[in-house]
Each structure stands twice: as C-alpha cells, then as structure tokens.
C-alpha cells in the first residue's frame, strides 16, 4: 500500500502503539489502514455416497479438481457465500448442512470454510470457473489432480468421519513454503 483510501497521501508502514503488527498508517489524516486475511469459503455438496468436484477452468491451477469455493463478498454470511460459490461454479441450489472444515494459510493470508452441503438432486452443470462438473466416489477421487490442499484436506476428512460415522469440525493448516 503506498497511498491513503482516505484522503490519498503517502502512508508508511510503520508500529501503531498499543498495536500487535506494523500497520499502514497516514501522517496526514491519521487512518490506519488494516490488512486481514482473506476469507474462502466453499462446499463439499454431497449426494448418497458421492461427492462433487468442479474442474478449474481459471488459474492458478486451471484444470485441475477442486471443491466449489472462492472470495467471501462482503454484506454475505459465510454459508451464503458457499452457497453461491456452488451456484456459480456447478449450476445447482445446495442446502448448507455444517461447518467441516477450517484451513489456514498464513503465507498468503487466507482461511478457507469449507461446508458439508446436500444437493437436491443431480441437476448440476459447469458455470464460467469450471470446465467440468462430477460426482466421485471415494475410491475415484482423482488425488493427484486436487488443485490444492485445502480441498485434499477436507476431502480426507471427510471420508475419515464417514467411515467412522461420525461429523466434527476439522481445523488444518499449510505449513509448506509457496513457491
């Protein structure tokens, strides 16, 4: 951040007392400027004993499996926008059941809600993020092909608790370096 939102001057990185981080702080009109993590939210829409993947057809990972998810938009509550999120990138209303997931990314500042959800039925089809819409079964997950760890994790868990019948909230964390 170099300028002000407030009233466009030059801000500086700088210790706010009694503050915990370094904050984007303007000298002219005094607004700090807090920076927080990005919220993701999404869902794991189920269907008897199958569950729906969406195939990116965006970057980062264009093409490769990843559960329906994206931004939290701002006036939305978190299972509002899971829900949309499915509504955009698979075509089809999902009733949102439970929280399953939290996973955290430090490095860059995000925290993905990933949500169990029933579907209504299959009448589902690729919206503009996605290439391709399916349902697996657990021994057809494509593993290899999961864009990213949040999804890997939520759908371990997922099937973790369903063998043994149970539901709870998992909460996880990506401790690699980002390349």
Excluded at 90 to 99: D, P
Excluded at 117 to 130: I, K, R, T
């Amino acid at each position: 951040m170099k300028f002000c939102s407030n009233c466009g001057q030059t801000v500086q990185l700088k210790k706010i007392p009694d503050d915990t981080h370094p904050r984007f702080f303007c000298d002219h009109c005094e607004t700090i400027h807090y920076q927080n993590p990005n919220m993701v939210v999404g869902c794991l829409p189920i269907w008897k004993d199958q569950v729906m993947l969406c195939r990116r057809a965006i970057e980062p990972r264009k093409g490769f499996w990843n559960l329906p998810g994206g931004y939290l938009e701002n006036g939305e509550t978190v299972e509002e926008g899971a829900a949309r999120e499915v509504w955009e990138e698979a075509g089809i209303r999902v009733t949102v059941t439970s929280l399953h997931t939290v996973f955290s990314i430090p490095k860059i500042n995000q925290v993905y809600m990933h949500f169990l959800a029933e579907m209504p039925d299959l009448n589902y089809a690729a919206g503009v993020e996605s290439m391709e819409v399916k349902m697996f079964e657990e021994a057809d997950i494509p593993w290899k092909d999961i864009a990213f760890s949040s999804t890997t994790f939520s759908l371990e868990k997922y099937f973790s608790d369903r063998k043994a019948g149970q539901r709870q909230v998992h909460l996880g964390k990506y401790t690699r370096p980002i390349e």
